[in-house]
């Protein structure tokens, strides 16, 4: 299955007009919550709780950041949260590599 979609154009990732790209991947790896340890999770919790409670329900992206890890044939490996530190990932780069 190949997307393609135009480089540097704003698509939209969440709700009715999301981008086909985004609804797969999304429904290869569900949303599994934020690492409550971040120090960033209270504030963006609270972010979420006032002003978008909405994108708290369901799989979808919740915020910037998130990185899905596909492999070579396609299929989704791993979702990361914006709560999620880079070194947290290097395992699961090396393996890809």
């Keep these: 299955m190949v997307w393609i979609f135009p480089i540097y154009k704003k698509i939209d990732v969440r709700g009715n007009e999301a981008h086909p790209l985004f609804t797969y991947i999304e429904s ?16 963006l919790m609270a972010i979420l709780n006032e002003k978008y409670p909405h994108y708290l329900h369901g799989d979808s992206i919740k915020r910037n950041f998130t990185k899905f890890f596909i492999d070579k044939e396609g299929n989704v490996i791993e979702r990361f949260e914006s709560t999620t ?4 990932m290097e395992s699961y780069i090396e393996h890809l590599l």
């Design 28 to 43: 290869q790896k569900p949303f599994e919550g934020f690492n409550m340890n971040h120090p960033v999770t209270k504030l």
């Design 85 to 88: 530190e880079p070194f947290e």
